[in-house]
């Protein structure tokens, strides 16, 4: 035996240290959890047979059942007292997995087994902490797509999309562009531009709330338009601006209602900096020398930023895009300030705050995870779709 | 973009959209210093009286100590209204209302006298302990033209008088002018949520950064078997969106006993894929030259990491540490989730609970507002750079 695989013993180790800890939580039955010991108890044998007393702290990690850290720490121990010992191979074996399980032993926990979980949970019938839960197969997601609310929630996820992600992409594009012709004060405007987006959302929502007052706001007296009620007015807006032609418009094709709009106005308003920020920094990548050549040429404002800009900011545009995309599937904290009920009707329900009432108003964790769990599938479909139309048109060659 | 004309459209632009950009600032920062009246006006008052110095100087005259104000036992202080000897004014000191018993109220001797040119409103403090703030209400008759020694803050009509109320009539400087932040601040515990919410964000960055570091030097730099599959699991991690696990970690949690922990506000997103991803991009861009000289001179990897890897990678580690620290700052869904007693509660959310306590008094609740946010605006403007570039690096690919 010329080597000995203690990156094996190390990984054994932090699985019989995760499954001591599941079976305590009752997730793991204690057969389970004494079949990681054997296994640990085999790799320990080893590895004494191989280093002889130098391997001894591996018998350290037989005390795990009394104290879980152990089967981490006894591998870790044996790699100091061995030391040089093990061949050059095996130590990067080692050192390369102890490095990297303390994060990833962390996100199989906490975001790996999670996902399972939920999907685990979706399949019960109303599970909480109140009565033992019944096994309920795919009815959640059965009574989920015929929730009139989580298609509202679905539709105002749409239309957050359709109204903050362009908007906000060509004001910022504008915006970029304007801050990168050497323009002085450029710390200035990018403070300017920058700080909402570091300022929390709950006080900058709290700030909106107020400037949207119906009696004292600043907006209606700006907009002559006292009394006007942006947070608490569920008519879509396509409704209300075509009703003076007469034309009535009903459900889907109403359009976000005004108090909606409001909070993605809100939104836009927060998120302007960080897409600036990194459009700038995408712009200053391009070499100046494609803007000179093409100023050789004759090309005007507009020509080199439709030919050499937009082309070339492709990656960047595409990146926000995506973000965006994602974003607002996690719409939550400026809709809970502004439209703490989520508002009249629940016209301003978004999919995290419709999860959110689901699972922690009204203490229904198994419908609540089956939200979540279609929420994950129309994100990896979307981003599939995404890549698959707009990635060919993006140019990632500068 | 030569010419100076196309300069200054450019300037004008970016001066009207930084003006949109800042102006709910401004609006938060000038309601936090409106007496309500001021507040709940229909026509906005852009500049409001707490905000101009002339005020300062008259506020730093009322009360023992100029900055802070207060009424001392057995001080007093006089107020002056310029007017004719025909129509006397009158004075109180108003009743909290519902209070059995208001020491305030019925410790202070208020009495009116006839001074050159005027009358002064004399106010003395009959009792045991000193007072921090004595509100005044003086009715002054309206046919009389009136120049308080301090404007008030709210005149109503009162039959023939106005009705002239002063929250504070001892402020001070600091007193008068932050009265709404001292309103806030008092109103709910808020050092206690600062230092939760310090405490959260700073734990985070510091194990977390510390774990992200470990892990990416790993995957950048040590040949060992089996990174691919640790590398795909971890990219295969960055697709689940976060609302899916706040269920399933809400109930582990609850299984191990730390909702309403720290351990409930830190862990779960210690490890972080995000920095792991960044800090080995980082490590990936050092010179392969370097670790191989320190491997000739007998560096192990825990040497090459502490020794050579993290000390040249400090600009990453400092944007991460600064994008980590604003998340956990900021986040207000997964405290909300996690917590329920006042003693766990972070800043976020006690500016929630602060929203729905103040009501209409939102001098008060933009004064927290402003408080709230005023450490990490502060932070931007000490390391503006950090920041910037910080943010910029989530976006390369």
Request: charged letters at 10%.
């Amino acid at each position: 035996m010329r080597t000995y695989p203690l990156h094996w013993a190390l990984g054994v180790g932090v699985f019989l240290a995760l499954g001591l800890y599941a079976q305590r939580l009752g997730f793991l039955p204690a057969w389970g959890a004494w079949s990681l010991w054997a296994g640990y108890l085999f790799f320990a044998l080893w590895g004494l047979r191989w280093g002889g007393w130098r391997a001894v702290p591996l018998a350290l990690g037989l005390l795990a059942p009394l104290f879980p850290p152990l089967a981490f720490l006894g591998p870790l121990g044996a790699a100091l007292s061995l030391g040089r010992a093990l061949p050059e191979k095996a130590q990067a074996a080692f050192y390369g997995w102890a490095l990297v399980w303390p994060a990833l032993a962390l996100l199989l926990v906490w975001q790996v087994f999670p996902t399972f979980y939920a999907f685990y949970l979706s399949l019960f019938d109303r599970v909480n902490f109140l009565r033992p839960a019944a096994f309920a197969g795919l009815q959640n997601y059965r009574i989920l797509l015929e929730d009139p609310l989580f298609w509202r929630a679905l539709g105002n996820t749409f239309w957050y999309v359709v109204f903050t992600v362009p908007t906000g992409l060509l004001l910022a594009t504008f915006v970029a562009i304007l801050l990168n012709t050497q323009v002085a004060f450029l710390g200035l405007y990018r403070t300017l531009f920058f700080l909402p987006y570091i300022t929390a959302l709950t006080a900058a929502a709290a700030v909106w709330r107020w400037i949207y007052h119906p009696e004292f706001g600043f907006l209606n007296w700006l907009l002559h338009t006292p009394g006007l009620d942006w947070l608490n007015t569920p008519t879509g807006v396509f409704a209300l601006l075509l009703r003076p032609l007469g034309v009535e418009l009903q459900g889907f094709l109403a359009g976000p209602s005004l108090a909606f709009v409001a909070v993605m106005a809100m939104s836009v308003w927060h998120f302007l900096g960080y897409q600036v920020v990194i459009l700038l920094a995408g712009l200053q990548a391009i070499p100046k020398e494609y803007y000179e050549a093409a100023e050789l040429d004759g090309a005007s404002f507009f020509q080199k930023h439709r030919l050499i800009t937009w082309p070339l900011l492709s990656p960047t545009t595409f990146f926000l895009f995506t973000l965006g995309l994602i974003g607002a599937f996690q719409v939550f904290t400026q809709v809970y300030v502004l439209t703490p009920t989520g508002g009249v009707l629940q016209d301003t329900l978004t999919l995290t705050f419709y999860l959110y009432n689901k699972g922690f108003r009204d203490s229904d964790f198994s419908y609540a995870s089956a939200i979540a769990m279609v929420t994950f599938l129309v994100i990896l479909v979307l981003t599939l779709v995404q890549r698959r139309l707009l990635e060919k048109r993006v140019n990632y060659e500068i | 973009m030569r010419s100076k004309a196309a300069r200054l459209i450019v300037h004008l632009v970016l001066l009207a959209g930084g003006g949109v950009m800042a102006f709910p600032f401004y609006w938060m920062l000038a309601t936090s210093f409106k007496s309500p009246q001021e507040a709940l006006q229909a026509e906005p008052v852009w500049v409001p009286e707490r905000m101009k110095p002339m005020n300062w100087l008259k506020a730093a005259r009322l009360g023992d100590s100029s900055l802070f104000g207060g009424l001392g036992p057995g001080r007093s202080v006089a107020l002056f209204f310029p007017g004719p000897e025909a129509k006397p004014p009158k004075a109180l000191v108003p009743r909290s209302p519902g209070a059995f018993f208001d020491p305030v109220a019925d410790g202070t001797r208020v009495e009116v006298a006839r001074g050159e040119g005027g009358w002064w409103v004399r106010l003395t403090n009959t009792g045991e302990a000193g007072f921090r703030r004595v509100p005044l209400v003086v009715l002054w008759p309206k046919e009389v033209p009136l120049e308080p020694p301090l404007p008030p803050d709210a005149r109503r009509s009162q039959g023939e008088y106005w009705r002239l109320e002063w929250v504070n009539a001892v402020p001070g400087a600091l007193g008068y002018v932050f009265h709404n932040y001292l309103e806030a601040w008092d109103a709910a515990p808020w050092g206690r949520y600062f230092f939760v919410s310090f405490f959260t964000a700073s734990v985070q960055v510091v194990v977390g950064l510390f774990l992200a570091a470990l892990a990416a030097f790993a995957l950048a730099r040590i040949p060992f078997p089996g990174k691919e599959a640790v590398f795909v699991l971890v990219l295969a991690t960055m697709m689940v969106p976060g609302e899916v696990l706040l269920i399933p970690n809400y109930v582990l949690l609850a299984r191990l006993g730390w909702l309403d922990t720290f351990y409930a506000l830190i862990v779960p997103w210690l490890a972080s894929v995000f920095g792991i991803f960044l800090l080995r991009q980082f490590y990936l861009s050092l010179p392969q030259d370097l670790f191989d000289a320190a491997r000739i001179d007998g560096a192990g990897y825990l040497t090459q990491l502490f020794r050579i890897a993290l000390p040249l990678s400090v600009p990453g580690l400092v944007s991460y540490g600064i994008f980590t620290f604003l998340g956990a700052y900021n986040a207000l869904l997964w405290p909300l989730i996690v917590t329920q007693s006042p003693e766990m509660r972070t800043v976020q959310l006690g500016l929630l609970a602060f929203v729905s306590e103040a009501g209409s008094d939102y001098g008060a609740l933009m004064a927290a507002s402003a408080f709230v946010i005023a450490p990490v605006v502060l932070g931007y403007f000490v390391a503006q750079r950090q920041f910037i570039q910080g943010i910029a690096r989530t976006g390369l690919k």
